[in-house]
Nanobody, 129 residues
Framework: QVQLVESGGGSVQAGGSLRLSCVGSGYTYGSYCMGWFRQAPGKAREGVATINSDGTTTYADSVKGRFTISKGNAKNTLYLQMNSLKPEDTAMYYC???????????????????????WGQGTQVTVSS
């Protein structure tokens, strides 16, 4: 059974930083999309950043230059370094993963919605002005 556990959320002032972590278990995927999504109250869920199995990354325009997604040395570990946080970054942040054939990950991960993937329970990020 796939499990994803996020941590690292919290409350910070605008301009501050947080580092989110996601640890996955119960799966071994050779090729996949993995990423971070967020949902603010009353808003639709949106993709924040994705990374595929070869390390190619994609970012939402709203976070480019401020957020960095990376994979950890430990298996099935994912990070999101968030700098220069803004109040509009306030949301519940979720980690997700979905396997794809290797030849599909390049294109799929750029537009991946995660709807058919496995998800964690989320970690809350609150940024005050």
């Amino acid at each position: 059974q796939v499990q994803l556990v996020e941590s690292g959320g919290g409350s910070v002032q605008a301009g501050g930083s947080l580092r989110l972590s996601c640890v996955g278990s119960g799966y071994t995927y050779g090729s996949y999309c993995m990423g971070w999504f967020r949902q603010a109250p009353g808003k639709a869920r949106e993709g924040v950043a994705t990374i595929n199995s070869d390390g190619t990354t994609t970012y939402a325009d709203s976070v480019k230059g401020r957020f960095t997604i990376s994979k950890g040395n430990a298996k099935n570990t994912l990070y999101l370094q968030m700098n220069s946080l803004k109040p509009e970054d306030t949301a519940m942040y979720y980690c997700a993963v979905e396997p794809f054939p290797l030849w599909e990950t390049g294109g799929r991960c750029r537009t991946w919605s995660g709807v058919n993937g496995d998800w964690g329970q989320g970690t809350q990020v609150t940024v005050s002005s």
